[in-house]
């Protein structure tokens, strides 16, 4: 419920409290979010909204007390002189209880109440595991722009320098006008993909700003030792783990719970119902001349009732039939979405488990691939000087080498940000989380948005 809000709150105010007022990290981020969110802060106020559900459901087994007044004034004139004066007040005031003792309908209401609350507390606390994934996903996707527009920028530089190169080597003669051509056509293209990938960073900024409310122009990177393992366990492990904590089933079970305690409601609309009541009355009654020329007194009077009441519905016009069928239709579709939540949710944990231990493997083979190129394109351009190779075997084997370089990037983020969503899956995902994360991230004055 609130618990998670404000475990997340006082865990993030420690971290933020021992960490130097630097760069953004991922902590404080995360706790302008928690603040700022929009999304977050409208399910908050839903949740609020739900929790009223149980007052108004308590209401109807409480007792009732109402007080009641009136007065009026009783004028008596000859006809055609009409006044207030002279006239006779009187007035009276009654206290009236309720309480019902029997009504089945308005317990087991109730009772599906407090199940909804519990419903929604768990949905508020998913809201903000939801969070956490939008939050981290805009950070990385920030530092993944980042890195996708320096290696774009260096692939430029190099493509710069190719040209110019091409271009002196031409000029004495050494290579023909064609390869000044290709060279030329690979800068361009570099400088192409520089200017979408600065537009790209912007975007990816404009994104983090827009779950803050702030913009974040200096943020910190993941540190190059971050460690790189297969998630813990087996698969079974974790699918049964997930059928146990996921929020979203924890909030269908819940809600398959309020619907049968609905159902039980509607079924005792046809039982009768008992209910205590008692009243107070004290009226003043002033003295004169009744209308059939009696002489009545003036006096105060005080009474007391006390009843006891039953009620048996006998017909409604069908009406309470229809709404104990309608309550065994909502039954039937809360239990069949629970069915499809628990499917959907052992296919989505085995999906992120499989993720997490994919992305571990090919960040290995990634990290090799670069190696690779490089040695290639050293290779490669000792070759064209020597005249065994030609300008588009260089220019290829450059590419290739930036292109491993950006996915090593993108396959780093992709584990960090799967990691967390396996975690999300099984329930599993708390602040803890992100304060561990964030040990792994360091300053960098290269992080300045464009």
Same mark, same amino acid.
């Given at each position: 419920?609130? +618990?998670?809000?404000?475990?997340?709150?006082?865990?993030?105010?420690?971290?933020?409290?021992?960490?130097?007022?630097?760069?953004?990290?991922? &902590?404080?981020?995360?706790?302008?979010?928690? +603040?700022?969110?929009?999304?977050?802060r409208q399910a908050e106020a839903q949740f609020k909204s739900g929790e009223t559900f149980l007052d108004q459901g308590r209401a109807a087994l409480l007792p009732t007390v109402s007080l009641r007044g009136g007065t009026n004034r009783q004028t008596s004139n000859q006809a055609g002189?009409?006044?207030?004066?002279?006239?006779?007040?009187?007035?009276?005031?009654s206290l009236n209880v309720s309480q019902a003792l029997f009504n089945l309908n308005a317990w087991y209401t109730y009772e599906s109440?407090?199940?909804?609350?519990?419903?929604?507390?768990?949905?508020?606390?998913?809201? *903000?595991q939801n969070l956490i994934i939008r939050v981290a996903s805009a950070y990385f996707n920030v530092l993944r722009a980042i890195d996708d527009l320096e290696t774009r920028r260096q692939e430029e530089e190099a493509a710069q320098r190719q040209f110019e190169q091409t271009e002196q080597r031409e000029e004495v003669g050494l290579i023909a006008i064609t390869e000044v051509y290709e060279s030329q056509a690979a800068y361009d293209l570099a400088r192409n993909n520089t200017i979408i990938a600065e537009d790209t960073l912007a975007t990816a900024y404009e994104a983090l700003e827009a779950i803050t409310g702030q913009p974040h122009p200096n943020i910190d990177v993941l540190r190059e030792d971050f460690p790189i393992n297969p998630a813990e366990g087996s698969m079974q492990t974790w699918t049964q783990q997930a059928l146990d904590t996921n929020l979203a089933l924890v909030a269908a079970r819940y809600n398959l719970e309020a619907e049968q305690e609905n159902l039980k409601a509607a079924?005792?609309?046809?039982?009768?119902?008992?209910t205590a009541s008692g009243s107070f009355n004290h009226n003043v009654i002033p003295g004169g001349q009744?209308?059939?020329?009696?002489?009545?007194?003036?006096?105060?009077?005080?009474?007391?009732?006390?009843?006891?009441?039953?009620?048996?519905?006998?017909?409604?016009g069908g009406g309470t039939s229809a709404r104990r069928r309608a309550a065994e239709y909502d039954v039937i579709a809360q239990q069949e979405g629970l069915n499809l939540t628990r499917r959907q949710t052992t296919q989505d944990v085995r999906n992120a488990f499989r993720k997490v231990n994919t992305d571990a493997l090919v960040i290995a083979q990634r990290q090799q691939a670069i190696t690779s190129a490089?040695?290639?394109? *050293?290779?490669?351009?000792?070759?064209? *000087?020597?005249?065994? +190779?030609?300008? &588009?075997?260089?220019l290829q084997a450059r590419q290739q080498l930036f292109v491993a370089l950006r996915n090593y990037s993108d396959a780093r983020y992709n584990y960090v940000v799967d990691t967390l969503l396996l975690k999300q899956v099984t329930g599993l995902l708390t602040p803890q989380d992100i304060i561990d994360l964030n040990e792994w991230l360091e300053a960098e004055s290269a992080t300045a948005a464009p």
């Open positions: 419920m609130g +618990r998670f809000t404000q475990g997340l709150g006082f865990a993030l105010c420690l971290s933020i409290s021992s960490s130097p007022a630097m760069a953004d990290d991922l &902590v404080s981020i995360l706790d302008l979010a928690m +603040r700022n969110d929009p999304t977050l002189d009409f006044s207030y004066k002279p006239g006779q007040n009187s007035h009276n005031y109440a407090k199940l909804q609350v519990r419903a929604g507390a768990i949905q508020l606390a998913s809201q *903000e079924k005792s609309n046809h039982l009768p119902t008992i009744t209308a059939d020329g009696a002489l009545r007194s003036s006096g105060a009077t005080d009474g007391s009732t006390l009843s006891l009441s039953i009620t048996i519905p006998l017909f409604t490089r040695s290639a394109l *050293e290779a490669i351009e000792v070759g064209y *000087e020597v005249g065994t +190779r030609n300008i &588009v075997d260089v």
